[in-house]
Structure formats: C-alpha cells, structure tokens
C-alpha cells in the first residue's frame, strides 16, 4: 500500500512537470514590433533633470528565452556632453493583471517600473516618480507610424498639476 501511495505521489509531481511549457498569446505577439536595433533622435526639454538638448542613441532588443519578454539595451547621449547613458528594459506583458509592465535601470541610478496598455497603434505607458522631492507621474506615448519607425513623447505631471513635456523624438529601426 505504501508503494502504491509513493507512486501517484510521485507522478502527482512529475506529470505536471512533463506537460507543455505554456505559449505567449497574442497579447505578448505585440511586443514583436520592438525587437531590432533601434535608433533615437529626441528633443530633451529644459527641466528639473538640466538644459535642454538633443538626446541620440540606439537600443537593441530580443526575445528572452521562452518568448514572453522583450529585453532591450541601450546607450544614449546628450549631444555636446561627455556622458553616456545606458539602460536595460525588460517588457511584458501580465496575462492575469491584462496589463503591459515596464521594468528599466539606467547606468545614472535611475529604476523605473510601469504599467502600459495598447490600442490600435498607439502605447501608453504609465509610472510614479518624484520631481523635487513632490509626487508626479509620468506618461510616455508611442505611436507606431510603419514596421520601421515610431515616434514618442515623455510628460510628467507634479501633484497632479497640468502634463510638460520632457521629450519627444523618432526611433526608426536599423536595417
């Protein structure tokens, strides 16, 4: 009996483990658009971050293993500085909670995490920061204008006064 009893533990545990990995779903097909290596040209408003400028750079961005999250690279700089940014990004979308997440770092110490949504050819992304030691959030919208290019704009909003512009710029895929 207790033979008996070990074995349908034992495939209790191991049938489970056997089955088929699950498989992204159309939700997750979207982030499809952002794998390449992409360009940036971006205007940078004046702010509570410096000086306006231009911003360029280039992100590269994959499928991680299993195909459920984009994971992007990039390395940016403002023209006329020294300085280099990088980030990583890790983009996704929770099937349970229906929402996009945005997860990025940047080599200035900056972390971000997001929740995003997709209607038609346009993303929205949503996060809370700080400005100035007061609460703010932050709105990124991107709008997909072929396979191969998109345009977007960064806005904050301090205590739930009116939205500014950060930035707005083209991303266009390298070839």
């Not at 990995?21 to 971050?49: F, H, I, M, N």
Request: hydrophobic fraction near 35%; charged fraction near 20%.
């Amino acid at each position: 009996m207790k033979r008996v009893l070990v074995v349908v533990v034992v495939l209790a545990f191991a049938v489970p483990c056997l089955a088929q990995p699950p498989k992204p779903g159309p939700e997750v097909q979207k982030l499809a658009y952002y794998v390449g290596t992409w360009k940036l040209e971006s205007d940078l408003r004046a702010g509570p971050w410096g000086p306006a400028g231009k911003i360029s750079g280039t992100a590269t961005c994959e499928w991680f293993a299993g195909g459920f999250h984009v994971v992007c690279r990039g390395e940016f700089e403002l023209t006329g500085s020294s300085e280099r940014m990088t980030n990583l990004e890790i983009v996704s979308y929770d099937a349970e909670a229906k929402v996009y997440s945005y997860h990025g770092i940047t080599s200035f110490g900056a972390s971000v995490s997001g929740k995003g949504s997709v209607t038609g050819n346009t993303w929205t992304w949503l996060w809370d920061e700080k400005v100035a030691g007061k609460p703010a959030k932050f709105r990124e919208t991107r709008v997909e204008k072929s396979p191969t290019s998109h345009t977007f704009s960064f806005e904050y909003s301090v205590t739930g006064g009116p939205w500014t512009i950060l930035e707005e710029g083209t991303v266009t895929k390298v070839k």
